[in-house]
């Protein structure tokens, strides 16, 4: 099947109201999108998020991508994931080149599946379908008390979710104790509630002595406690704490990932096929981890991510927000959004990944 025809476009969604994690005020979510139609007139579907990078990753889709994959067979993902690397080492390696090779790889991988007249999960071979998820959501709000960031999270609690997230890191390590505590409190002892700090505390030593606060409450995970680039604090933290390091968020590449094990700075491998390199790279990540007997929960799109994690037996988590967070919008562009159902979510069964965008919600949030 031959390559005739690559578009990208960018969109930004505005959030209802702003919220902040321990390094940065998010106002607004910003997505890649790429659409490759071949000469049968078969189409994929990908997508990256962007956050302020859309575009730039449409001037290399511009100039770098699409030159290579016009007239290419969309089947051969490994050659062409290769040379996209290659011919862009230069200009990228990480960041918004790495996110436009998601989205492209993330689309070859769609039209595969709905070549074969299959899911995704199928094609790599079936482990679960069923996936627990956990709530994603106690942001830094505004105004927002100790009772209302409780009020969030029971919500939450009440739709079936047995795991959520919070954010810690931007307030001192007795304020975050006090929100983490409340929230511990009025879920109970059986709940999981994981951490994650969006690299917010400068050194290990910080870190270090925040946990010593917050580990009276057991969180199931410390997410990106100092900066992702700094492995050895973050070996060092992981070391040194009783409660398992989570990163990977940010990584992207095999070999990034290759460095995190070799140095023992995480315990939870966090890789998103979005940032990471795509459904190719994302796939020997975590089969790299699983020789390692590493978990993975990949961050954010569980519209690729359930995909994925069920072929993948070291799989933990699928990361869900509640529609109520207002934090994550994509789902503001699709027709038929996914559900999770008493903290479970089912992947879905239509070919590729199975997503259909809404026409007019995308027209209504592109960036010109």
């Known amino acids: 099947m031959k390559i005739r025809e690559v578009e990208a476009l960018a969109v930004s969604i505005p959030l209802p109201q702003p919220v902040a994690d321990a390094v940065r005020r998010i106002t607004h979510r910003d997505h890649l999108i790429v659409k490759i139609r071949t000469e049968e007139g078969a189409e994929g579907l990908g997508f990256a998020l ?68 299959m899911p995704v999960m199928e094609l790599l071979g079936v482990h679960r379908r069923k996936l627990r998820c956990y709530a994603t959501g106690g942001y ?5 008390s100790i009772e209302e960031l409780v009020r969030e999270v029971s919500a939450a609690a009440e739709m079936g979710f047995t795991a959520v997230k919070l954010k810690v890191g931007a307030l001192t390590a007795a304020e975050d104790a006090r929100r983490v505590g409340a929230v511990r409190r009025a879920l109970g002892e059986e709940f999981e509630i994981l951490l994650d700090a969006n690299g917010g505390w400068k050194s290990a030593p910080e870190a270090v002595a925040a946990m010593e606060r917050l580990e009276e409450f057991r969180p199931y995970w410390i997410e990106e406690p100092v900066r992702a680039d700094n492995l050895s604090a973050m070996a060092r933290i992981a070391e040194t704490i009783r409660t398992p390091v989570a990163t990977g968020e940010l990584e ?56 994925l994690c069920a072929a993948q037996p070291n799989a933990i988590f699928i990361e869900y927000f509640p529609a109520s967070s207002g934090v994550k919008m994509f789902d503001a562009l699709l027709q038929d959004p996914m559900k999770v159902v008493g903290g479970w979510i089912e992947p879905r069964t239509a070919p590729g990944f199975g997503i259909e965008l809404d026409g007019a919600a995308v027209n209504r949030y592109r960036i010109a």
Request: contains cysteine; hydrophobic residues 45%.
């Open 252 to 307: 992207a590449t095999r070999w990034a990932f290759a460095g995190l094990l070799e140095r023992r700075a995480a315990s939870i491998l966090q890789p998103d096929a979005t940032v990471c390199g795509g459904v190719s790279e994302w796939l020997k990540i975590a089969h790299m981890a699983a020789a390692f007997d590493i978990p993975v929960a990949p961050h954010y799109h569980w519209d690729i991510h359930t995909q």
């Open 50 to 117: 962007g956050y302020d990078g859309s575009r730039a990753m449409l001037c290399l889709i511009d100039e770098i991508y699409r030159p290579i994959l016009l007239g290419a067979d969309a089947f051969d993902t490994e050659h062409l994931w290769a040379e996209m690397y290659r011919q862009s080492i230069q200009a990228g390696r990480r960041g918004a080149a790495l996110r436009a090779i998601s989205a492209i790889d993330i689309a070859l991988w769609d039209l595969r599946g709905k070549a074969a007249g």
């Open 140 to 144: 830094y709000r505004a105004g927002q």
